[in-house]
T-cell receptor, first 113, second 113 residues
Framework: KAGVTQTPRYLIKTRGQQVTLSCSPISGHRSVSWYQQTPGQGLQFLFE???????NKGNFPGRFSGRQFSNSRSEMNVSTLELGDSALYLC????????????FGEGSRLTVL | KNQVEQSPQSLIILEGKNCTLQCNYTVSPFSNLRWYKQDTGRGPVSLTIMTFSENTKSNGRYTATLDADTKQSSLHITASQLSDSASYIC????????????FGTGTQLKVEL
């Protein structure tokens, strides 16, 4: 069974640009969530999608957005990039149920110059 | 406000020694508590998931305990190996169908020769 796949793994952007990150969940998983991880801050929840609908949202500005497609693949977009957006962006898919285990991808490392 | 606090922030131990990591939470209502291991530059990997009724769960050399009354959990690592060097993250899931997760900032463990 293939794991969670995130692309691209690494990318460099400049301030003011926008970026789109992609996540393919484990087959059969309908829940996809996104997290930002920076040194010293730990994992910060961005949003969760379930069956193409945003189910939960963290405390991030509107520059951060996401969507989920009918095949459960998800994308997140960050517009008007700032230096502080440099981080590891992790995607996770969850199996069914409240105790469903989270499976994380390897992340997309974004550097904003 | 739901919070998860982990201690210590970082820890260095010699190979072969045991160690215990702590996690205190204020999440309510409580659904389950998870421990993840995150190697540098990789996505977190699940070690254990414990619900309210479980007070101990093992995964190889990793043993997690949960005291739902005091809202504390610990992760005990036995006979540490160099490959145990990683960040260990405690995650608490909120009950009530919200599926919300609260993440600790992690304990950075380094195992040395």
């Amino acid at each position: 069974k293939a794991g969670v796949t995130q692309t691209p793994r690494y990318l460099i952007k400049t301030r003011g640009q926008q970026v789109t990150l992609s996540c393919s969940p484990i087959s059969g998983h309908r829940s996809v969530s996104w997290y930002q991880q920076t040194p010293g801050q730990g994992l910060q929840f961005l949003f969760e999608y379930f069956s193409e609908t945003q189910r939960n949202k963290g405390n991030f500005p509107g520059r951060f957005s996401g969507r989920q497609f009918s095949n459960s693949r998800s994308e997140m977009n960050v517009s008007t990039l700032e230096l502080g957006d440099s981080a590891l962006y992790l995607c996770a898919s969850r199996s069914q149920g409240d105790t469903g285990e989270l499976f994380f991808g390897e992340g997309s490392r974004l550097t904003v110059l | 406000k739901n919070q998860v606090e982990q201690s210590p922030q970082s820890l260095i131990i010699l190979e072969g020694k045991n160690c215990t990591l702590q996690c205190n939470y204020t999440v309510s209502p409580f659904s389950n508590l998870r421990w993840y291991k995150q190697d540098t530059g990789r996505g977190p990997v699940s070690l254990t998931i414990m619900t309210f009724s479980e007070n101990t769960k093992s995964n190889g050399r990793y043993t997690a305990t949960l005291d739902a009354d005091t809202k504390q959990s610990s992760l005990h690592i036995t006979a540490s190996q160099l490959s145990d060097s990683a960040s260990y993250i405690c995650v608490v899931s909120e009950g009530g169908g919200g599926n919300k997760l609260t993440f600790g900032t992690g304990t950075q463990l380094k195992v040395e020769l």
